[in-house]
């Protein structure tokens, strides 16, 4: 029974490697694309769960290798007693961009610990008020000021930002070093960013900073469902958005505006494909086609309409809708297969983009396929 079981799995698994097929079944009819099911190759579902077999997991950094100020760095400088949470991408060159989501409670009274001087910046998102906040640099106390929640404060990791510990705190601090804002201007061809607007104190209402940190949350609390796409992504797009708004950061007239070339987009389609699990990284792909990763995803986006992350969950989903077409599979190893984390993962996901959930989708195809009204 096991081994009938598998087969059927096998020959369910055939769409995912190949868009154009599935388009064209697509159009057929429900019994006819369970035919074809069941004339595919047992090759392609292992190709499937090949791909599948590597998820990305949290960021959770090595203090011994790890290099700048987020993850259990930042722990240790405001004295948390565990590491705190953290989502790391190497998405520009050899850069690493990080959020680390930081809270406490119940802190200890004092004065916050000392991070190595760096040529690296530190953009905050608070999350809860912090009033008569004591703020230092260089180990001077500045000044006293309110830290309202929701504001976004920017700190220069060369001065030796520090503060007084003596009430609860809860913050998202994102890490960008100098190399990510040289690497940002030079795919922009732009000129270098000097510095960043650090003016101690001094908050931001920044709604595109809340938007991209409300949007990482998510991915520390279901670190299981975020792929490494979407990280990039959001951490592209923050490091783009903080050079720009708080280091003046001026794109210039010849920037490249078109789209992929045809065969770049079909390369870049069949990479995606290939690793239903989101596992590959922007910078990899952008690498193979030999465009930077801002040039890679603005022009991914033109070309098929969605960002990379967005094309990689429509995939998910029609690999699923493939795997539904035998009765007798159940939900939660075809979640798997497709690249999904879980059933929970794959229910939401797929209900957004088809508007009923796999159950309802299943029964209706089912159905239909059986004759059924």
Request: aromatic share 6%; net charge positive.
């Given at each position: 029974?096991?081994?009938?079981?598998?087969?059927?799995?096998?020959?369910?698994?055939?769409?995912?490697?190949?868009a154009?097929?599935?388009?064209?079944?697509?159009?057929?009819?429900?019994?006819?694309?369970?035919?074809?099911?069941?004339?595919?190759?047992?090759?392609?579902?292992?190709?499937?769960?090949?791909?599948?077999?590597?998820?990305?997991?949290?960021?959770?950094?090595?203090?011994?290798?790890?290099?700048?100020?987020?993850g259990?760095?930042?722990?240790?400088?405001?004295?948390?007693?565990?590491a705190?949470?953290?989502?790391?991408?190497?998405?520009?060159?050899?850069?690493?961009?990080?959020?680390?989501?930081?809270r406490?409670?119940?802190?200890?009274?004092?004065?916050?610990?000392?991070?190595?001087?760096?040529?690296?910046?530190?953009?905050?998102?608070?999350?809860?008020?912090?009033?008569?906040?004591?703020?230092?640099?260089?180990?001077?106390?500045?000044?006293?000021?309110?830290?309202?929640?929701?504001t976004?404060?920017?700190?220069?990791?060369?001065?030796?930002?520090r503060?007084?510990?003596?009430k609860?705190?809860?913050?998202?601090?994102?890490?960008?070093?100098?190399?990510?804002?040289?690497?940002?201007?030079?795919?922009?061809?732009?000129?270098?960013?000097?510095?960043?607007?650090?003016?101690?104190?001094?908050?931001?209402?920044?709604?595109?900073?809340?938007?991209?940190?409300?949007?990482?949350?998510e991915?520390?609390?279901?670190?299981?469902?975020?792929?490494?796409?979407?990280?990039?992504?959001?951490?592209l797009?923050?490091?783009a958005h903080?050079?720009?708004?708080?280091?003046?950061?001026?794109?210039?007239?010849?920037?490249?505006?078109?789209?992929?070339?045809?065969?770049?987009?079909?390369?870049?389609?069949?990479?995606?494909?290939?690793?239903?699990?989101?596992?590959?990284?922007?910078?990899?792909?952008?690498?193979?086609?030999?465009?930077?990763?801002?040039?890679?995803?603005?022009?991914?986006?033109?070309?098929?309409?969605?960002?990379?992350?967005?094309?990689l969950?429509?995939?998910?989903?029609?690999?699923?809708?493939?795997?539904?077409?035998?009765?007798?599979?159940?939900?939660?190893?075809?979640?798997?297969?497709?690249?999904?984390?879980?059933?929970?993962?794959?229910?939401?996901?797929?209900?957004?983009?088809?508007?009923?959930?796999?159950?309802?989708?299943?029964?209706?195809?089912?159905?239909?396929?059986?004759?059924?009204?």
């Open positions: 029974m096991e081994r009938e079981r598998q087969n059927r799995i096998e020959v369910a698994a055939k769409s995912s490697c190949c154009d097929v599935q388009v064209s079944r697509e159009s057929c009819s429900p019994r006819a694309r369970v035919d074809s099911l069941r004339r595919m190759s047992d090759n392609t579902f292992r190709k499937l769960r090949g791909a599948v077999a590597c998820t990305w997991t949290r960021g959770r950094t090595n203090p011994m290798t790890q290099a700048g100020a987020y259990q760095r930042l722990g240790q400088f405001l004295r948390l007693k565990d705190p949470p953290s989502l790391v991408t190497r998405s520009l060159r050899s850069a690493e961009l990080a959020m680390t989501e930081t406490n409670d119940n802190p200890v009274p004092g004065l916050s610990g000392s991070l190595a001087a760096e040529d690296a910046f530190l953009v905050s998102l608070k999350l809860h008020d912090y009033p008569d906040c004591e703020l230092w640099e260089r180990g001077k106390c500045i000044m006293t000021a309110d830290v309202h929640a929701g976004t404060y920017l700190y220069d990791l060369k001065c030796d930002p503060y007084v510990i003596d609860p705190f809860h913050s998202l601090f994102f890490y960008i070093p100098r190399s990510a804002l040289d690497s940002i201007a030079e795919q922009c061809n732009a000129p270098r960013v000097d510095e960043l607007d650090c003016q101690i104190g001094v908050g931001h209402d920044d709604r595109i900073v809340r938007h991209i940190g409300a949007s990482l949350q991915g520390l609390r279901r670190p299981d469902e975020a792929n490494q796409l979407f990280i990039d992504h959001m951490m797009g923050l490091t903080v050079a720009q708004t708080y280091g003046g950061l001026q794109r210039t007239s010849g920037l490249a505006r078109g789209g992929l070339a045809p065969w770049q987009a079909k390369r870049a389609c069949e990479r995606l494909e290939s690793d239903l699990g989101g596992k590959l990284s922007l910078q990899r792909i952008a690498a193979e086609l030999d465009l930077s990763v801002s040039h890679f995803s603005r022009a991914f986006r033109i070309s098929v309409g969605v960002p990379p992350h967005q094309w969950l429509q995939q998910r989903v029609k690999a699923a809708k493939q795997l539904m077409s035998v009765r007798d599979l159940p939900l939660s190893e075809i979640a798997i297969s497709a690249g999904f984390a879980n059933q929970s993962h794959f229910t939401r996901v797929f209900s957004s983009i088809v508007g009923v959930s796999p159950a309802a989708w299943r029964r209706e195809m089912l159905g239909a396929s059986n004759g059924e009204t």
